[in-house]
Every structure is written in structure tokens, then in C-alpha cells.
């Protein structure tokens, strides 16, 4: 398999932070409800500064069962959505899966299931897992397809 089929789709690829760049986008996303409870369903809201999410990710870099993702379309460069493989178990061979696109304009676009194929294919094919979970609102039809 071609290692940049792993990273890239034909429209977005799958990236690391720039903490610089992206964390004050991410903490403005923190305000909409609705990109909240695609990531954190069971979660309570709470706005958060770019500091903090600058924090969180230094916490979650050290986080060996942890692989954060930035989601950003190809083209543009533009930071879209958040992806996570969580709970990674090499005993289990599994992880629990979020994905989000933020911005309302970008959802139902292919752009998040292009990012999950990225996700899935990384999951499976490098880290060599067999079973992916992930949990969604039930008023997310497009999450259950």
C-alpha cells in the first residue's frame, strides 16, 4: 500500500496539530454545541481557551493508547475536523474511533467519511487492529450509515 493512501485522501488528509495555528480554531469550536456532542457525547459542554487545548494536546502526545489527528482539506490547507483512535489496545487489537467535522458548511460534504477511511485504513493496516468502536447521537443519521 502507498504510505501517502494512509495520510491522504483525493480531497483531505489526515495531519498533525500546529498548536500555534490551529488551537485558537479548536477553541472557538468548543462553543458549538452540536460539533461538541460529535466528539463528546457524554461530555458537558465547557468553552475552552487556546491555551488549554494547547495543553490538552501536549497531555494527550504522551498518551501512548491516544492518536490524535487534525483533518484538513488538501487544497486549501484548512483545518476542518478532529479524528482520534482511543482506548488503543495492542492485547485487544482495538480502539474506540471520533471523528468531527466542525464547521456546518463542510458537514455532508464526503469530506468525514473520507477522513474515516483515512482513520480505518491507519487502524487496520499500520497499527494492526482488528475491531474499531465508535459511538454517536441518534439524531446523527449520517454518523450511522
Not at 456532542?37 to 504522551?62: F, G, T, Y
Not at 455532508?108 to 467519511?113: A, L
Request: proline share 6%; aromatic share 8%.
Amino acid at each position: 500500500m502507498d504510505s501517502a493512501s494512509l495520510w491522504e485522501g483525493r480531497r483531505v488528509r489526515r495531519d498533525r496539530f500546529d498548536p500555534e495555528r490551529d488551537a485558537p480554531l479548536v477553541a472557538r469550536w468548543t462553543n458549538d454545541l452540536e460539533w461538541r456532542q460529535q466528539l463528546w457525547p457524554s461530555e458537558p459542554p465547557r468553552p475552552i481557551s487556546p491555551a488549554q487545548v494547547r495543553r490538552e494536546w501536549e497531555d494527550q502526545e504522551k498518551d501512548r493508547d491516544l492518536f490524535l489527528f487534525a483533518i484538513r482539506l488538501k487544497e486549501e490547507d484548512r483545518l476542518i475536523g478532529l479524528a482520534a483512535l482511543e482506548e488503543v489496545s495492542g492485547m485487544h487489537r482495538s480502539a474506540a474511533l471520533r471523528l468531527g467535522i466542525a464547521d456546518p458548511s463542510d458537514r455532508r460534504t464526503g469530506f468525514g467519511t473520507e477522513a474515516l477511511s483515512l482513520l480505518t485504513r491507519y487502524a487496520f493496516d499500520e497499527l494492526n487492529l482488528h475491531r474499531l468502536s465508535a459511538c454517536t447521537q441518534e439524531d446523527n443519521p449520517q454518523a450511522v450509515r
